[in-house]
């Protein structure tokens, strides 16, 4: 079984006296207080193997191969709270498939609305904010949308954690580094649950100038119609950004999920990436990831998976990118397809060109 997954956050010259050009900052589009953003990406993904499924096996969102594929697009409508607001997504794509495949309500409209939630911000409440509705998840170093992430693919850690929640969620800043939530909710990746237990979620942000560390706990019921065996699910990400052209970070991950019998399901991971902006235009991320699925809980096997990527980046003008990537993906155990046999080789290569336009963001 395969869980889908959560937090991230850009010179040379082109002469010795001649500047690049910096793209023209972005004018936000706006209907009254309402702001309105987009985006559309496609990709080609060539993968070595030439697997007759056509599939790139445990990829999320890049899961076609040797195929030209609309990725993901989205419009966004969002009302800051002052004191109430909301967030709507629309969106459609194969992403959106692969983000709701183990939706307990199937397939339906819920698959076009990635995001719809209404929030509260009293005001004198020192900065106090409560969301309602569907949201993404706080855990994950890597984020949703393509062109927020440093890479095009995502990596393990964010296909096989909850990518989002339906419930509460309640923040606080503490102080001006440091802020707290809670959540309640029914679980992961669930609009409509698939039990009567709920899952509580505790989340803590801290920012520094160049530091930043965040954490998520979540623990609940999670399997179908049983309120029994809770899943335990620590997510941490320390961001490091030493200078204005490298940007970095350490994501791990741990899981365990209680067994109805005796015992439980335990997985580990951990991720490194660093985001090298070489120029204005140009920038390369490194990846690493090493997941340890103990028990096969996750991908219905026990092995070890590890998986190396190397993006290469290049904005055309705002709101315009392209992404070259190589990912290599590697297991002690035969798990990937290769021509007419599935689940036969251990080692998966690709090579990915994906084009991200978006808009007010």
């Known amino acids: 079984m395969m869980f889908a997954g959560t937090s991230l956050f850009a010179q040379t010259s082109a002469t010795a006296t001649t500047p690049d050009p ?3 900052a972005p004018a936000p589009w706006t209907v009254g207080s309402i702001k309105i953003t987009g985006l559309i990406d496609g990709y080609y993904s060539k993968n070595f193997g030439n697997p007759a499924s056509g599939n790139n096996v445990l990829r999320n969102f890049d899961v076609k191969a040797n195929s030209l594929t609309l990725n993901m ?11 109430i607001g909301f967030t709507l997504d629309v969106g459609f794509g194969r992403a959106w498939d692969v983000f709701h495949a183990t939706e307990p309500s199937g397939a339906g409209i819920v698959n076009y609305i990635p995001q719809a ?7 004198n409440a020192g900065g106090l904010q409560i969301d309602f509705g569907k949201f993404f998840t706080s855990a994950g170093a890597e984020l949703t949308e393509t062109h927020l992430a440093w890479n095009y693919s995502r990596g393990y850690l964010y296909a096989n954690g909850p990518y989002y929640h339906t419930g509460l969620r309640v923040t606080k800043p503490l102080t001006k580094s440091f802020s707290a939530g809670v ?11 698939n039990n009567t237990g709920k899952t509580l979620g505790f989340t ?23 309120n029994q065996g809770f899943r335990n699910f620590y997510d941490t990400v320390l961001n490091i950004t030493p200078n204005d052209k490298t940007s970095m970070y350490v994501n791990f991950d741990y899981g365990a999920d209680k067994r109805l019998t005796s015992g439980s399901d335990t997985w580990v991971a951990i991720g490194f990436a660093t985001k090298f902006q070489v120029s204005k235009t140009v920038a390369f991320t490194p990846r690493y990831e090493h997941y340890n699925d103990r028990d096969g809980f996750i991908t219905g096997q026990a092995q070890k998976l590890n998986t190396f990527t190397m993006t290469g980046e290049y904005k055309w003008a705002q709101g315009l990118l ?11 155990k035969p798990f990937y397809d290769r021509g007419n046999q599935n689940a036969s080789a251990k080692s998966q290569s690709t090579v ?10």
Do not use: C, M
């Open 73 to 83: 697009t989205k419009i966004s409508l969002t009302h800051d709270a002052d004191p």
């Open 352 to 361: 990915l060109l994906g084009i991200v336009a978006f808009f007010g963001q």
């Open 117 to 123: 939630f209404v929030s509260f911000k009293p005001k």
């Open 22 to 24: 910096a793209p023209a």
């Open 322 to 332: 392209s992404r070259l990537e190589y990912r290599k993906d590697w297991s002690d």
């Open 183 to 193: 959540q309640l909710v029914n679980g992961w990746n669930n609009v409509e649950d």
């Open 204 to 226: 803590t942000a801290w920012t520094g100038s160049k530091i930043s560390w965040f954490n998520t706990y979540y623990t609940g019921p999670e399997k179908k119609g049983n």
